[in-house]
């Protein structure tokens, strides 16, 4: 009885590792049954490989691809009415030739001009720019767009960025007295602010009009001038105008010109009425 259960026992043991030497074998059989002939598992993965590319290379669509290094340009700093130029440089990184379309500014501040409307693949061209800044001064941002026929970027935008500045800043730039009775005393104030770092020196300061007198003075605290402007006590009834020049040491604003009004009003004050007529509108000044 004992020899038949240990020859059961080493015949199981014989089957089941004969069947999981043949599982193993299989595991790692290089070869693989395909159809009626034998290929390899590498070949298998290869003819993969070689697909894929083919789609790869078949999808690839031709089209041209603009391209800026820097399409934001910072000037810094520059002073009122002076011009800033810049060139924008592009590349087409497509396969097919660029073509620049149109180039638009978002004021008319700016001046623009390309060389070059056709760009082929690989090339280059630029864009060159100009700013006006103009008597307005802070910071201040343009844009410019790039109308191609790149159909991922039929608008490329552009931006010009920075800071208009001048030596001396007025406040108020224009002087309005108003109506002023006849008599009556009139007196305004003008500050004079110089930029931080510049040495602001006051030479003279005159009035183009005789009717106002002009003084000023320096506020050390303040580093800034004042300048008083008076309306002389026996101007006459009616309008006048003129203009205060400042002349300063400064060799970009060496005459500052601050224009000043106003009107001395009579005995009979009178607004603004309006009267129409079958031929015309009539403004009569009749006051109160």
């Not at 087409?92 to 390309?114: D, M, P, Q, Y």
């Not at 082929?120 to 790039?146: A, D, K, N, Q």
Request: proline share 5%.
């Amino acid at each position: 009885m004992k020899i038949f259960v240990i020859l059961q026992i080493v015949l199981c043991n014989t089957f089941l590792s004969s069947w999981t030497f043949s599982d193993n074998l299989k595991s790692y059989n290089p070869l693989i049954k395909k159809d009626s002939g034998m290929i390899s598992s590498d070949d298998v993965s290869e003819d993969t490989i070689i697909t894929k590319v083919k789609n790869t290379k078949s999808s690839i669509k031709y089209y041209p691809d603009i391209f800026f290094e820097e399409p934001i340009y910072n000037f810094g700093k520059v002073y009122k009415n002076e011009d800033v130029e810049h060139i924008f440089v592009f590349q087409n990184r497509g396969t097919k030739e660029l073509n620049i379309e149109r180039i638009k500014a978002s004021c008319g501040c700016i001046v623009l001009e390309t060389t070059t409307r056709n760009v082929s693949p690989g090339m280059t061209g630029i864009i060159v720019t100009i700013l006006r800044s103009g008597p307005g001064t802070g910071t201040i941002t343009e844009s410019i767009s790039v109308y191609s026929n790149d159909p991922d970027n039929p608008v490329y935008a552009l931006k010009l960025s920075g800071e208009i500045i001048e030596d001396i800043k007025i406040n108020p730039k224009q002087v309005r007295f108003g109506y002023v009775s006849k008599g009556e005393k009139a007196q305004a104030e003008v500050d004079i602010q110089p930029r931080p770092g510049f040495n602001l020196e006051i030479k003279d300061v005159i009035s183009s009009n005789p009717v106002v007198i002009i003084k000023y003075k320096k506020d050390e605290r303040e580093n800034k001038y004042i300048v008083e402007a008076t309306l002389k006590e026996d101007t006459m009834v009616g309008e006048w105008t003129g203009n205060i020049y400042i002349l300063t040491n400064s060799e970009r604003q060496s005459r500052v010109i601050v224009p000043f009004s106003g009107e001395v009003l009579g005995d009979i004050p009178y607004t603004k009425r309006f009267v129409a007529t079958n031929q015309s509108n009539i403004r009569w000044m009749i006051r109160n």
